[in-house]
């Protein structure tokens, strides 16, 4: 071999070296990315999942605020409808007499 020949085939061993380390650079920042991305995904389920939970949370306070409303509106309707029976037995009371 010429020295020509010996010095292509250096610089041909030399880039292989690059390309095989940068083949193992490239290969451990993809296997850290998936696992980064398997972390976010199972965070993002559990996110999911709260959120649901969250929601039905929402939904029965929703409903027990309509129901408080309807006691507070109940109470008030049976308390008129006393005070009107009150006044309906003064007024025949007074014809009575």
Same mark, same amino acid.
């Given at each position: 071999m010429t020295a020509e020949e *010996? /010095?292509?085939m250096q610089a041909l061993e030399d880039r292989l070296i690059q390309l095989i380390l940068s083949y193992k650079k490239v290969k451990a920042e993809n296997i850290a990315l998936k696992n980064n991305l /398997? %972390? /976010?995904e199972t965070a993002m389920s559990g996110m999911q999942a709260r959120i649901t939970a969250l %929601?039905?949370?929402?939904a029965n306070l929703k409903l027990a605020k309509i129901? *408080?409303?309807n006691d507070d509106e109940m109470r008030n309707a049976k308390s !008129?409808?006393?005070k009107l029976v !009150?006044?309906?037995d003064k007024c025949i009371a007074l014809l009575n007499v």
């Open positions: *010996e /010095k292509i /398997k %972390e /976010k %929601e039905a949370d929402y129901i *408080e409303i !008129r409808l006393s !009150r006044e309906v």
